[in-house]
């Protein structure tokens, strides 16, 4: 099988995380007979140095060639005095819009070495697995008409929110589908009450439900969403929700796993085809320091193994070998508990990476 990805390194820390999830798409090419062709290109901040674009004409050709995009994270306080529409946000968006990545999978998994890191006390957050379903490619963040411009004397900013039932049915489906092969519970998150494209997206979710009698759905606002994920997070399965409150949302349940450094993603078109990333922003202010988290990055390979190549068995694999260097006690500065430090090894980005392989390979060869 063979397999060409495209990776996008980004900014900031990006390039570091990127690194060591490379090598082991690398090990993973040696050893489990996928040929992972890889090419590289440039996206946000170091596209604008380099092109004055967050999104180079030749970035978005070959992505649109590539099976996979492997993601690591773009901005950075030095594009922040850019205009809106040239900051690296932008390219980041326009990979989403043109490849038609509509669908974020989010999972927030808990891995029991990490109990003592979530924010939530080890008896609230045991046994967390929350796959939260965003819709990426609609909603206020792409809605338009958009600006901000004087009215009557005074400078004013204004968004569209924006779904259409077409695509809120598109999403339902991708949420009923995951839950279905889950716990067979899904919740859909709104604002129902005060926003009429959310009254909209709730209609046409209660209608999707009838293709899919064997889902428990439920509705909850999203303020609501936000205290019972803080209150009892393990009463979510899946969550599926609009573009804004879904990446609120997704970052506060980060926390509860013990990191923004733990949390991969996936973002999906139609067939499948995806870019992968981890949750966590371009951090500039660790960058180059070898103490990035790497294994958001790592967990994003190994949910491209499983969407877009259907390669579960690989993709577990690297799941496993994640949790057990957490079992061997290795953390990154952003999962090192304050209390009882010396109980653990602190490693850098390369070595856990490189701890992340050995276990892989105990496992594969």
Known sequence: MEARILVLEGDGIGPEVVSQAVRVLEFLSATSGIDFKIDYALVG???????????????????CGADAILLGAVGGDKWDSLPTEKRPERGLLGLRSELGLFANLRPAVLYSALASASSLKPS????????????????????????????DGCRTGFNTYIYNELEIDRIARVAFEAARKRNKHLCSVDKANVLEVT???????????????DVELSHMYVDNAAMQLVRFPRQFD???????FGDIL?????????SLGMLPSASLDISGKGMYEPVHGSAPDIAGQDVANPLATILSVAMMLRYT???????????????????????????????????????????????????????IL
């Open 199 to 213: 009254a909209l997206w709730r209609e046409v979710v209660t209608q999707t439900a009838a293709d899919y009698p």
């Open 124 to 151: 609230r957050v045991e046994g967390l697995d929350i796959l939260i379903v965003r819709e990426l490619t609609g909603g206020i963040y792409f809605g338009e008409p958009r600006g901000i411009k004087e009215i």
């Open 309 to 363: 190549f259907g390669e579960k068995k690989v993709a577990h694999a690297v799941e496993e070998a994640v949790e057990q260097v957490l079992a061997a006690g290795m953390r990154t500065q952003d999962i090192l508990p304050a209390e009882n430090s010396a109980s653990f090894q602190r490693v850098g980005t390369r070595a856990m990476g490189s701890a992340v392989i050995q276990a892989l390979e105990k496992q």
């Open 238 to 244: 899946v969550i599926v929700t609009g573009n804004m």
């Open 250 to 258: 997704s970052d506060a349940a980060a926390m509860l796993t013990g």
């Open 45 to 63: 901040g170091s596209a604008i140095d380099a092109t004055a674009s967050p999104l180079p004409e030749e970035t978005l050709k070959a992505a």
